[in-house]
């Protein structure tokens, strides 16, 4: 009788072992090859606005090294998001920008100050990093000891004014010296970068919605 039930406790752990799920502090039940991943809250902020926020992180002894590499991380990642936006936007829209001046031979202004370089969606960028600003860290301590800091950074000001700041880099590219024809056409190139600018902004809104 003893062997009996002996069996019969067994077998019901082995049921209910086998049949039973992982689950989540959310109560959601995780299959055997999942992991619960956490987002730190500097994560979790800079993907509910990644069109102004970006993430970064750092590993030190020395936590005010992790804190200034973490920030470092951050700046860097959102200037190349920046980088990466006017760069599309100029290659699409501001073909006028290798055209000549009033002769019609190409300009070596210009050429020289091409807005479809990369080295002009650079310079945007680091101006719109200027005014960028800590908004939230956190801090761990790792297991041997060093600190592991998340940083998330942000734009202080509105998506709009970000987007006139960068147009009016652009305008002063345009040489002194160029045709009304010209002009007009420019003109027209400058309206199409900043509505590509715009409907990339939006695209970075929308898809945390």
């Given at each position: 009788?003893?062997i009996i ?6 077998a019901?752990?082995f049921?209910?072992c086998?049949?039973s799920?992982?689950v989540?502090?959310?109560?959601k039940a995780?299959n055997r090859e999942e992991v619960e ?6 994560e979790e902020l800079a ?5 102004i926020r ?8 020395n936590?005010s090294?992790?804190m ?7 700046r860097?990642?959102f200037q190349?998001?920046i980088?990466?936006?006017?760069q599309?936007?100029?290659e699409e829209?501001?073909?006028a920008?290798?055209?000549?001046s ?8 210009v050429s020289d100050?091409?807005?479809?370089s990369g ?6 960028a ?7 600003a800590?908004?939230h ?5 790792t297991?041997?000891?060093q600190?592991h800091?998340y940083v998330?950074?942000e ?11 960068m147009v009016?880099a ?6 002194k010296?160029?045709?009304?024809e010209d002009?007009?056409k420019i003109q ?5 970068f ?12 929308e898809?945390?919605?």
């Amino acid at each position: 009788m003893f062997i009996i039930a002996a069996m019969f406790a067994v077998a019901i752990g082995f049921t209910a072992c086998s049949s039973s799920k992982a689950v989540s502090g959310t109560g959601k039940a995780l299959n055997r090859e999942e992991v619960e991943v956490k987002m730190t809250k500097s994560e979790e902020l800079a993907f509910e606005k990644p069109e102004i926020r970006a993430f970064g992180d750092g590993t030190n002894f020395n936590m005010s090294f992790a804190m200034s590499f973490a920030e470092g991380q951050a700046r860097a990642a959102f200037q190349r998001k920046i980088e990466a936006l006017v760069q599309t936007a100029s290659e699409e829209a501001l073909t006028a920008y290798q055209q000549a001046s009033t002769n019609g031979v190409e300009s070596s202004i210009v050429s020289d100050q091409d807005i479809k370089s990369g080295a002009f969606a650079k310079q945007v960028a680091e101006g719109v990093l200027r005014n960028t600003a800590v908004i939230h860290s956190d801090k761990f301590k790792t297991i041997d000891g060093q600190y592991h800091v998340y940083v998330c950074v942000e734009y202080r000001g509105a998506v709009n004014d970000m987007v006139v700041n960068m147009v009016e880099a652009v305008q002063k590219r345009v040489p002194k010296q160029v045709s009304d024809e010209d002009r007009i056409k420019i003109q027209f190139e400058i309206e199409q970068f900043k509505k590509k600018l715009e409907e990339d902004f939006n695209r970075l809104r929308e898809q945390q919605k």
